[in-house]
């Protein structure tokens, strides 16, 4: 079962960019929802068992591969134009994500003594990750099944809000706020207007030379890691292999390759498959049912009060929706988003502010935690 799923993850992909060509509403929904949403029916089809540790195991070798190969075509020289608003972006939606899980925390401090441990882990998991849940989780003595039911919670809430920014948030977004112009938004997939078959014949040695340095790259961020830390860790693993990949996108021959991003984009597609076999709904019991509902209400407070405070600034649409995917899902899902927003452009300073969200997630979770319980007069 585990070579039909694995095989499954790695050729759906391919299906549902045809399927995207040729029907309307597959156009409109993108090939990330839909790759997304196979997974996401894959896992809770009744008698169907997957392994989620194939799973976990293609998700984790697909981000760090396709990070290098939607650098390598990144204009690095335009950032410093975008930075501003996404700094500002960034910064209301540390400050969102604070105010949502303290004041929800404090509505239900008579519900559960670990009212203020959550508290600082759902600040860590939507500044960071779920990384920085766990790491907050240890430092705060929190019960394991705590962490378990947060996470699995964080799963089914966050996995509504993918969708959402998967396929019409920025349309709806659109209404009230401004667009993105700094740049031009690429079609998903654009191959310049040449038909596929001559692309890939003419650019196939190009996309081979990109993956045998995306794989090189990867190579040395968990080797230079596992050097350091004696053991690998995503944070810092993550940070090498962008950094690497931003420096050898100024070696012009490397920045000339064509094809590098539609690959890293497939790569992503993939990831996309894989993390949503991971949201196995069955997954959670009668006993869960509060909690996922404590969950969805601190995430969707922090995302409104993060659209909110960036509307009241004139953020536009775009940075806005790249920031709250940095901070509530980390640098995993910046490709798919960006890919779904029709916007390169965004790419690296999104992976940026999602690897320092991971760097602060554990900080202003601990210091929520610790400052709600010192208010309780704990």
Request: hydrophobic share 55%.
């Amino acid at each position: 079962m585990t070579a039909v799923q694995v095989v499954f993850f790695l050729l759906f992909p391919a299906l549902a960019i045809w399927i995207g060509e040729r029907f309307r509403v597959a156009k409109i929904l993108g090939p990330v929802t839909l790759c997304y949403a196979a997974g996401l029916l894959c896992a809770n089809l009744p008698g169907v068992k997957l392994s989620s540790a194939a799973s976990m195991q293609v998700s984790e070798i697909a981000v760090p591969l396709a990070i290098p190969l939607l650098l390598f075509s990144a204009n690095v020289r335009v950032w410093p134009k975008l930075a501003r608003p996404l700094l500002i972006s960034f910064s209301l939606a540390c400050v969102a994500a604070v105010l949502a899980a303290g004041s929800v925390s404090w509505f239900f401090r008579g519900e559960t003594d670990e009212w203020w441990k959550i508290a600082g882990m759902l600040v860590g998991v939507y500044v960071g990750g779920t990384a920085n849940m766990a790491a907050i989780g240890r430092v705060l003595e929190a019960h394991s099944e705590t962490f378990i039911l947060l996470n699995t919670a964080d799963l089914a809430a966050g996995g509504v809000y993918l969708l959402f920014l998967l396929t019409f948030a920025q349309r709806l977004l659109l209404r009230f706020m401004r667009p993105f112009t700094a740049s031009a938004h690429p079609a998903l997939f654009e191959h310049s207007g040449e038909p596929l078959g001559t692309w890939t014949r003419h650019h196939l040695r190009d996309m081979g030379v990109g993956f045998g340095l995306a794989v090189a790259i990867v190579g040395v961020g968990v080797g230079m890691t596992q050097l350091v830390l004696e053991k690998v860790e995503a944070g810092p693993a993550l940070l090498i292999i962008t950094t690497l990949g931003i420096a050898v996108s100024l070696w012009k021959r490397v920045h000339a390759l064509v094809g590098t991003y539609e690959l890293g984009e497939y790569v992503l597609l993939i990831f996309c498959v894989a993390m949503g076999s991971l949201a196995d709904l069955r997954m959670l019991s009668g006993g869960s049912t509060m909690l996922v509902l404590f969950v969805a209400v601190v995430m969707g407070l922090a995302i409104v009060l993060h659209v909110a405070f960036s509307a009241l600034l004139r953020i536009d649409v775009d940075s806005t929706l790249v920031c709250s995917t940095a901070t509530i899902y980390g640098p995993a899902l910046i490709g798919p988003v960006t890919a779904a927003l029709r916007n390169r452009a965004l790419v690296g300073p999104g992976l940026t502010l999602g690897l320092a969200g991971i760097a602060l997630g554990n900080y202003l979770g601990l210091a929520t935690a610790w400052g709600l319980r010192w208010l309780a007069g704990g």
